[in-house]
């Protein structure tokens, strides 16, 4: 078992929806959690970073975490077709490496 | 600001060949680390340097080796390439005390 699950996807949704990106995992010593955004060809963007349980918002962008129940999300609101990407989930224990998930392919539709 | 530089951007090598690909920290970043991507999968840590010692390496094989600088910039070495190895080799960095990691472009090697 992969210690950090991320459905591929392609996620394909109409410009103006709202996202859902999800991941889970299965280390309890992950404290860092992060979501990248990967343009084809390109290395990853960092977008969120959350430390512990709880909600960051940044613009259209929401990060939130359950510890409790081992699942991060991301979400868009009022998609555009720029966000067509991958995004990646990641997470950390202190000072350590950055475990990614498989990465789901968003295709935003004008 | 510079962002994170590697080089080169892309590199065609053929199986048993020996490979260096090379990294430029953010401007006051003093860790880099190095990842490995293969088409279709997310990002595989390979090692991290942290003051010119490394301070962790995932499971690659010794084949793979890398080392930092005085100015914190850092190379990674591949020996004898497998056709496997083929895939996009990142670099990221970070300040010190600070999770947040800033990866480049990367490096896409191509083994035939």
């Known amino acids: 078992q992969k210690e950090v699950e991320q459905d591929p996807g392609p996620l394909s949704v109409p410009e103006g929806a709202i996202v859902s990106l999800n991941c889970t995992y299965s280390?309890?010593?992950?404290?860092?959690f992060m979501w990248y955004r990967q343009y084809s060809r390109k290395g990853p963007e960092l977008l969120m970073y959350?430390?512990?349980?709880g909600n960051k918002e940044d613009g259209r962008f929401t990060a939130q975490v359950d510890k409790s129940s081992k699942y991060i999300s991301l979400f868009i609101r009022d998609s555009q077709p720029s966000d067509s990407a991958t995004y990646l989930c990641?997470?950390?224990?202190?000072?350590?490496?950055?475990?990614f998930g498989a990465g789901t392919i968003l295709r935003v539709k004008s | 600001d510079a962002g994170v530089t590697q080089s080169p951007t892309h590199l065609i090598k053929t199986r048993g060949q020996q490979v260096t690909l090379r990294c430029s920290p953010i401007?006051?970043?003093?860790?880099v680390s190095w990842y490995q991507q293969v088409l279709g999968q997310g990002p595989q840590f390979i090692f991290q340097?942290?003051?010119?010692?490394?301070?962790g390496r995932g499971n690659f094989p010794d084949r793979f080796s890398a080392r930092q600088f005085p100015n914190y910039s850092s190379e990674l070495n591949v020996n004898a390439l497998l056709l496997g190895d083929s895939a996009l080799y990142l670099c990221?960095?970070?300040?010190?005390?600070?999770?947040?990691?800033?990866f480049g472009q990367g490096t896409r090697l191509t083994v035939v």
């Open positions: 280390n309890s010593a992950f404290q860092y």
């Open positions: 401007s006051g970043h003093k860790s």
């Open positions: 990641a997470c950390m224990e202190y000072g350590n490496k950055l475990v």
């Open positions: 990221a960095s970070s300040l010190p005390q600070s999770t947040e990691a800033f």
């Open positions: 959350t430390y512990s349980s």
């Open positions: 340097y942290y003051e010119k010692e490394e301070r």
